[in-house]
């Protein structure tokens, strides 16, 4: 018997994703090569040659901590623990924080994780909506509140923004809303970070929740806004030392170590993240100016809620039918993927697109040539 339900998005993409040729709904930006990083550090092919394959530190290489502690302000290398990808530090976390009754606050729609771990841990899940309200998708603080006073305290507050799979981005008042709502009852807050740096308006960008929280755990990876989902990095930063301290036990159980070449190219990567990041910003802008002349043109298809950050979008069909019967016939007729909102146990019309790779466009003609050559015809799709 699985301790876990299926993981439903990743079940979809295991039928998919590697053998549909045109993927219209993927969450990473653009990836990159070694001899692209290699560009950037000239001194990455000898420090990788020259390395001994053995295992690596429980934490993380010293200079990768480094270096990622550079990306906070006055963090310190103690403050990160590096983990294979995003997917081990959520698992971690939670075996170490949470007990079985704990009440746990999580936004949703929401990647699986981030409710069925603490779910299958025997935690009371309490779900925290977005909605699209005044043309954005917006999470409402006064929700939350709601939420607080409904029974005891909640040992862990989830938030994920920039959000997957809407695009939403609070506001700083918002956010400041949020860190004052976790604070007045003393929860910790994991911030799932994985999108930050892909604002659309770098000026709302905000805080990490390591640096505007005591209790605040940042997570991140490099899979991403830096388009390096094969290396299987990312890392907790928080200034809770006892917090660390309980994870680092965890992952004695699980993976013990990351992979060294792994941790030598994140290394090099964190240390060039500007570039990466700045490449992959270029190709989400230009992507979602297509992807809004697209929805402006065709209201009948779907309606667009304009998302604010990440690389993901998050529309909704105009018509009563079921996004997953569209998913499965646009991608045998075309080639093209798109994710349904069910993957998300969500709304059947809701679907999920990305625009963070430079195969968008292509991808997104097609979809435009299946519409305009009947595409699905609401009777067939119900």
């Known amino acids: 018997m699985s301790f ?94 949470l007990s079985k009754g704990d009440r746990v606050v999580v936004n949703t729609p929401c990647y699986q994780s981030l409710a069925e771990i603490p779910r299958a841990l025997g935690c009371e899940v309490l779900p925290w ?17 709601r939420i607080l006073r409904s029974g005891p305290d909640p040992r862990l507050i989830v938030l994920n923004a920039p959000h997957n799979p809407t695009g939403g981005l609070p506001t700083k008042e918002e956010f400041d809303a949020i860190v004052a709502a976790a604070r007045r009852v003393g929860a910790v807050v994991l911030m799932d970070e994985v999108y930050r740096r892909l604002e659309h308006d770098p000026a709302r960008r905000l805080p990490s929740i390591r640096d505007a929280y005591e209790n605040g755990v940042a997570l991140d990876v490099l899979s991403k806004h830096a388009g390096l989902a094969g290396l299987r990095i990312g890392w907790l930063a928080t200034r809770r030392a006892d917090i660390l301290d309980a994870v680092a036990v965890v992952k004695d159980y699980n993976s013990i170590c990351s992979s060294g070449p792994s941790e030598v190219i994140a290394e090099s990567a964190v240390r060039n993240l500007s570039a990466l990041v700045d490449r992959n910003r270029r190709i989400v802008a230009d992507n979602l100016a297509l992807l809004r002349r697209f929805f402006a043109a065709r209201p009948d298809f779907a309606e667009w809620t304009d998302p604010e950050g990440s690389s993901v979008a998050f529309p909704r069909l105009s018509f009563p039918g079921d996004a997953e019967a569209v998913a499965e016939r646009l991608v045998r007729e075309t080639g093209v993927l798109i994710l349904p909102g069910t993957c998300y146990g969500y709304d059947k019309r809701y679907f999920r697109l990305g625009y963070g790779r430079a195969s968008m466009p292509a991808s997104l003609a ?11 015809a609401a009777s067939t799709i119900r």
């Open 129 to 145: 909506e977005w909605r699209p309200a005044g043309g954005r998708w917006a999470l409402d603080p006064d929700d939350l509140d």
């Open 366 to 376: 097609r979809l435009e040539d299946w519409l305009d050559k009947g595409g699905p």
């Open 4 to 97: 876990f339900e299926p993981f439903r998005l990743e079940r979809f993409f295991a039928r998919w994703e590697f053998s549909a040729p045109h993927l219209l709904c993927c969450s990473d930006c653009e990836s990159v090569s070694v001899a692209d990083l290699e560009a950037l550090d000239p001194g990455l092919r000898d420090r990788l040659s020259s390395m001994r394959l053995g295992y690596t530190e429980t934490r993380g290489a010293p200079s990768l901590r480094e270096a990622i502690a550079g990306e906070y302000p006055g963090a310190l290398p103690e403050e990160i623990l590096v983990h294979a990808g995003a997917e081990e530090a959520i698992l971690n976390l939670c075996l170490a924080l």
